[in-house]
């Protein structure tokens, strides 16, 4: 695995598949300056202070209206200039079954419009079980908002798309939003449409009864929330790349996890591999988009002195 101080983010992750042959399973690019001018698509970044999107860009807390960046229409994504476009302090550790970075950051009282100092670390560890361990901890010296995530993409057959992987998601219901991806408050229940991952789906196979979801001809693809079942660490997902016989299982400690299927992609990145759409998806896991306006989801206040902490791991093997 490689990281960069740039938006704490992930570069390169090379596993094995079912030969034994290493292979990029991760979308980026080779040095940090594509990462500065294409720093708005996140790609492989630590996500902050509130990842996802508020909508209309505002919000109120203890009865103060603050305004954040709009920079997705009318509404807010992935805290505006946020996490993703600052330099990180790294610190690195040696331990006896995985190899440790910590990257810290501290965010200004009033930094894209949120309230509070935040203090904020992300620690990645890769482990001898080709674990990538991600571990969030985050405080503030005032009552803010806090729902970080990481960003990267993934690809595990190495092939032009994800579409012929099969994923696996362990929710029975997904978010319900309008056309600008803002939650309406419900929940809908999977059963029967395209976003149904509770058993293994191939991507293209969903893509072709895109007209169940409409919001699936819309995006052109997947970029929906799912509040995976459950409570405490567990699996979120597992991606499969048939072609290569590699999987990944996605655990976390959170409510949520959200897959974007990549359609934006036109650029060119590892080894001068041209990304073009769904070249790779992003499993995201996070609260809920928007939570702040829908008191029935879990809230994403963090209160002055209280400490936020979550653990996503992403583990590689092959079948």
């Not at 399973?25 to 202070?49: C, K, L, M, Q, T």
């Not at 920079?71 to 200039?81: A, K, Q, R, T, V």
């Not at 571990?135 to 990481?150: F, G, V």
């Not at 990267?152 to 798309?161: I, K, Q, T, W």
Request: hydrophobic residues 35%.
């Amino acid at each position: 695995i490689t990281l960069c101080d740039f938006g704490a983010r992930v570069v390169s992750i090379y596993v094995p598949d079912r030969d034994g042959k290493l292979g990029e399973v991760n979308i980026g690019f080779d040095e940090v300056a594509p990462y500065i001018a294409h720093g708005g698509p996140s790609i492989g970044a630590s996500i902050g202070r509130v990842g996802n999107r508020i909508g209309g860009a505002r919000f109120t807390l203890n009865g103060v209206e603050y305004n954040v960046p709009k920079n997705d229409g009318e509404n807010s994504l992935h805290g505006g200039e946020g996490f993703h476009t600052r330099w990180w302090f790294a610190e690195c550790q040696e331990k006896e079954d995985a190899d440790l970075v910590t990257f810290r950051y501290v965010s200004a009282d009033g930094e894209e419009g949120y309230p509070g100092r935040l203090e904020v670390e992300v620690t990645y560890a890769w482990t001898e079980k080709n674990e990538m361990c991600i571990s969030y901890r985050a405080i503030s010296d005032q009552d803010t908002l806090c729902n970080l995530t990481n960003h990267a993409y993934f690809n595990l057959s190495g092939e032009e798309n994800v579409l012929d992987h099969l994923l696996q998601i362990n929710a029975s219901l997904i978010t319900a939003t309008d056309e600008g991806l803002i939650p309406t408050g419900e929940e809908l229940d999977v059963t029967g449409l395209p976003v149904d991952f509770r058993k293994p789906l191939r991507i293209r196979d969903g893509m072709a009864r895109a007209a169940e979801y409409p919001l699936m001809v819309t995006k052109k693809g997947y970029d929906f929330n799912f509040r995976v079942d459950g409570e405490g660490m567990r699996v979120h997902a597992i991606l499969r790349a048939p072609a290569s016989g590699r999987v990944m299982h996605v655990c976390s400690t959170e409510p949520c996890i959200q897959l974007y299927t990549g359609q934006h992609f036109d650029t060119t990145g590892h080894g001068g591999k041209h990304y073009t759409c769904m070249a790779g998806l992003a499993l995201e896991t996070q609260h809920h988009p928007d939570a702040i306006h829908h008191a029935n989801f879990p809230g994403v206040v963090l209160k002055a002195g209280e400490e936020f902490t979550s653990q996503t791991v992403y583990s590689f093997g092959v079948e």
